[in-house]
């Protein structure tokens, strides 16, 4: 069964930075989806940023646009580099991985579309 394992996250005070990461095995890592979501304290899930292992497309939720970079790391890896980080992205980080043709065509976080999920690393940003 596929599995990503996720690394990172911690606690920083606002304005600071921090680096997830999210690996898998080479099957899964070529040509797919991955990326991350988030669950604040008592809200719902939402979609942060995504890649496409394929060409390195990505996307981002506009919270995080210009603050956030996602790319491609070693090793079948996924690096969420987290900058001027506020307390509202405090929050339960999970690394999803997903593909098909959506993958390739239109990069979206509808979650149905991702079938392996990680179980999540906290991050807290104080003020």
């Known amino acids: 069964q596929a599995q990503v394992r996720e690394s990172g996250g911690g606690s920083v005070q606002a304005g600071g930075s921090l680096r997830l990461s999210c690996g898998t095995d080479?099957?899964?890592?070529?040509?797919?989806?991955m990326g991350w979501f988030r669950q604040p304290p008592g809200k719902q899930r939402e979609g942060v940023a995504i890649?496409?292992?394929?060409?390195?497309?990505t996307t981002y939720t506009d919270s995080v646009k210009g603050r956030f970079t996602i790319s491609r790391g070693a090793a079948h890896t996924v690096n969420l580099q987290m900058d001027r980080l506020k307390p509202e992205d405090t929050a339960m980080y999970y690394c999803?991985?997903?593909?098909?043709?959506?993958?390739?065509?239109?990069?979206?976080?509808?979650?149905?579309?991702?079938?392996?999920w990680g179980q999540g690393t906290q991050v807290t940003v104080s003020a």
């Open positions: 080479e099957f899964m890592y070529t040509n797919n989806c």
């Open positions: 999803a991985l997903g593909s098909g043709a959506w993958c390739r065509q239109k990069l979206n976080f509808i979650e149905s579309n991702f079938g392996t």
């Open positions: 890649i496409y292992t394929g060409d390195g497309t």
